[in-house]
């Protein structure tokens, strides 16, 4: 059952997938938010659910990954992803709502190990990159849902009823693209490596640490404008929540556009210097977001800032991937591991100096660690991969 398509567009789909399952939760946060009747420092206290699940996920999840195998974790826990952010949107108090999203981020965890694994057993077996393409389909499946969200809310569709939707759509969407994946064959040095237990958590390198600290601020500004970027508009210009739902959409449109073109500007320029320039337009989005004077300013504030934070991670991940000191399936769990022990703070920061400072500082706060990005990016270095990008 299923549609018939090459490997490289199959995990396209996975990441499409993966995205647009939760992707819907977001534009209807600030709905959300009013309905439960609380600030923004229990509300981001009760987003670190996700977070604090999917750390559980990636330190213990990897025998439960290897036991399931690929195909059946993505063809079981994809249409599930779905059904604990409809309960989170019934949730009543911000306890609540933790305790439906922590079991989201278990399930995250999981699925965020297998596609990027997938995406670089692809990417090493044909030679050719595919690693930031397949992220910005995750993009694409984020944008998606985000403007579907923006519609409903706009059409005055209820959250609750809109992502019970998504959890019907996800389904039929995953027998359809999914029904005939196949995994991709191991790495040969995940061969070498394949009578060595994989450690519960995977303890970081030095240079794991390193890489850690360069995607650290694309991810929590990727996170502050998924979560806070709805509540920014209604609370800085007066929006509705179709225009925090367009908010929200026009970070995930941008950063899906630069996604799927990144991979020949990282062939043409290397991986530095691209890391680089999205750095420095990153910077530049946040800093008009943090000052924005009209709605329009903070939209393209939203969307430099979706382009900025665009490829650093993908890049972070093909260059933790393609180590070999570890097990590329070590590795990658180690800077994701401890990229979620460091990002596990921030909802609940940002929440907490939006609700003393002002939303504006949730953005603000970051650039900082945007120049300390900008000063590590060296070593993402020069990539193995040489090849032209799929077609």
């Known amino acids: 059952m299923g549609l018939s398509m090459p490997q490289h567009k199959r995990v396209f ?50 025998q439960f990954i290897e036991r399931m195998g690929h195909r059946r974790t993505l063809l079981g826990l994809l ?21 439906c999203l922590f079991p989201a981020g278990i399930l995250v965890g999981a699925v965020e190990v297998v596609v990027n694994l997938e995406a670089d057993r692809v990417e090493h077996m044909s030679g050719r990159r595919i ?26 569709v209820s959250p609750q009823l809109h992502l019970a939707g998504v959890v019907l759509v996800v389904f039929a969407i995953t027998v359809l693209l999914l029904g005939k994946f196949e995994a991709a064959p191991l790495r040969e040095a995940d061969h070498h490596h394949a009578d060595i237990e994989a450690p519960r958590f995977a303890t970081p390198t030095a240079a794991i640490l390193v890489l ?19 509540i920014y508009m209604r609370d800085v210009f007066g929006s509705s929540a179709f225009w925090g739902g367009v908010a929200v959409a026009t970070g995930a449109a941008a950063q899906a556009l630069t996604r799927y073109f990144a991979d020949g500007f990282v062939e043409r320029h290397s991986p530095v210097f691209v890391a680089r320039a ?11 977001v943090f000052v924005a004077p009209m709605p329009w300013a903070s939209l393209l504030g939203f969307a430099l800032m979706g382009v900025g934070s665009s490829a650093i991670f993908p890049l972070a991940m093909s260059a933790a991937a393609q180590r070999t000191d570890r097990p590329s399936t070590v590795n990658v769990a180690s800077l994701a591991q401890t990229a979620f022990v460091s990002f596990l703070l921030a909802p609940p920061l940002l929440g907490f100096v939006a609700q ?29 991969v040489r090849s032209r990008a799929l077609p």
Not at 26 to 35: D, G
């Open 131 to 156: 690693m930031n393409r397949s992220h910005a389909f995750w993009s694409i499946g984020f944008f998606s849902a985000s403007a579907i969200g923006a519609l409903m809310a706009y059409l005055g």
């Open 212 to 230: 850690v600290v360069v995607t650290l601020p694309a991810m929590v500004l990727e996170g502050a404008g998924f979560d806070w970027s709805a």
């Open 356 to 384: 003393s400072l002002g939303i504006r500082w949730s953005f603000g706060i970051a650039l900082p660690l945007v120049l300390a990005s900008l000063w590590l990016a060296g070593v993402l270095g020069a990539s193995t």
């Open 13 to 62: 789909a996975c990441f499409f997938l993966y995205s647009f399952c939760m992707g819907g939760f977001f534009p209807r946060l600030a709905e959300i938010q009013r309905a439960m009747g609380v600030g923004e420092g229990a509300l981001g206290l009760a987003l670190i659910g996700v977070a604090a699940g999917t750390l559980i996920s990636l330190t213990f999840g990897a």
């Open 278 to 288: 999205l750095l420095s337009v990153l910077a530049l989005g946040d800093v008009m």
């Open 79 to 99: 249409p599930a992803l779905p059904l604990f952010y409809v309960a989170a949107s019934h949730a009543t108090t911000p306890l609540l709502m933790f305790l």
